[in-house]
């Protein structure tokens, strides 16, 4: 069965560059769901979109912005780049019809230097 | 503001013995996730909750939501190795909030 991709699996950056993390969900799916995971930290909610619009919004940065294409796969760009971004970032889709079960992407590791 | 709180957060246990995760929230909130993550993974959902009353099973894994209490359980029933994970909960009212998490050790 297809899985949520996400892409690329590891990045490396430098301070004040940017980045741009892609996540495809699984078909059918309306809704995607972006996270942040510090090295032994808790998950942090960044931000969803359901059907192309935002719906909820997290601690995502003012630096960083997402959007949802028509296709459905989502984009998040960071830019400014700070070395406290450093994590993983974790997509995952979902939708009504499957009780609003998240499937969970691989995750990007984002390191910056 | 919507607080999530777990515990505990480190369990060790006997393989075989019966334990539970507790997860209070502080206002209303619509959903209640758990999550399972293996060191270096990413997250695999378990379990969502929506209404008060709901009870789901999977496995030696059982979840319960009481959203008068704003308490949500997840009950392991005769622990064996392969549960041992770090498990989180988390609440959503307009953003989705996570616990600290409940580092589980199972021993053999």
């Known amino acids: 069965a297809a899985g949520v991709i996400q892409s690329p699996r590891h990045l490396i950056k430098e301070k004040r560059e940017t980045a741009t993390l892609k996540c495809y969900p699984i078909p059918r799916h309306d809704t995607v769901y972006w996270y942040q995971q510090g090295p032994g930290q808790d998950p942090q909610f960044l931000i969803s979109f359901y059907e192309k619009m935002q719906s909820d919004k997290g601690s995502i940065p003012d630096r960083f912005s997402a959007q949802q294409f028509s296709d459905y796969h989502s984009e998040l760009n960071m830019s400014s780049l700070e070395l406290g971004d450093s994590a993983l970032y974790f997509c995952?889709?979902?939708?009504?019809?499957?009780?609003?079960?998240?499937?969970f992407g691989p995750g990007t590791r984002l390191t910056v230097t | 503001e919507l607080k999530v709180e777990q515990n505990p957060l480190f369990l060790s246990m006997q393989e075989g013995k019966n334990y539970t995760i507790y997860c209070n929230y502080s206002?209303?909130?619509?959903?209640l996730y758990w999550y399972r993550q293996d060191p270096g993974k990413s997250l695999e959902s378990l379990f969502v909750l929506l209404s008060n009353g709901a009870v789901k099973q999977e496995g030696r894994l059982m979840a319960s939501l009481d959203t008068k209490a704003r308490l949500s359980t997840l009950h392991i029933t005769a622990a064996v190795h392969d549960l041992s994970a770090t498990y989180f909960c988390a609440a959503r009212d307009d953003k989705i909030i996570f616990g600290k998490g409940t580092r589980l050790h199972i021993l053999p």
């Open positions: 206002t209303t909130s619509d959903r």
């Open positions: 995952a889709s979902s939708s009504r019809d499957i009780g609003y079960e998240q499937y």
